[in-house]
């Protein structure tokens, strides 16, 4: 499967995922239910996976600003990285929708940097570096995982999570 295969199968578990999640209780998505420093609810997770997507592919891939500057400014701490249970789901959703609209407006431009062999560093404080096509790979299995959090953290809530395993998403 090619990257863009793969980016349209998010596109479409992504439908599933917000229509499930919009039909649970604000109060239920802002609930916390895992001790830590990060993510603690559905909603740090709804405003998580598109930051990493957006700083990967504009910030780092393509150099060009962040979808996030239309929405909100940076954050200037963990604690407003991190947790958005005060935020509406509507917000977050649109924040990540805006996101999947510029990445697939500029989905040739990806490719291109992907294709080129260029490195990337894996973070400013390392010295490690891997292939812009690697870190394509990395923001899209990313969101894979944390969406499996989500599914987790909804049916721990008591609520019936969509399936959005690729097989049920792409099979004609």
Excluded: N
Excluded at 119 to 137: G, L, Q, Y
Aim: with cysteine.
């Amino acid at each position: 499967m090619d990257a863009h295969a793969f980016y349209h199968y998010l596109t479409l578990a992504r439908r599933d995922l917000w229509a499930a999640l919009r039909a649970v209780p604000e109060a239920d998505l802002a609930r916390p239910l895992i001790d830590t420093d990060g993510a603690r609810c559905v909603k740090d997770l709804v405003a998580h996976i598109p930051v990493v997507e957006d700083g990967w592919f504009r910030g780092d891939l393509l150099g060009v600003p962040f979808v996030m500057e239309r929405f909100r400014p940076e954050p200037q701490s963990a604690d407003e990285y991190w947790h958005h249970q005060d935020e509406p789901l509507e917000d977050l959703l649109a924040y990540w929708e805006a996101v999947e609209a510029d990445t697939l407006e500029r989905w040739p431009a990806l490719m291109e940097v992907a294709a080129s062999g260029r490195r990337v560093k894996v973070d400013d404080s390392r010295p490690e570096t891997f292939t812009a096509d690697e870190a394509m790979w990395h923001v899209m299995q990313h969101e894979v995982r944390h969406s499996a959090q989500i599914v987790l953290l909804l049916r721990m809530l008591g609520h019936r999570p969509p399936s959005l395993d690729l097989v049920f998403l792409v099979a004609h």
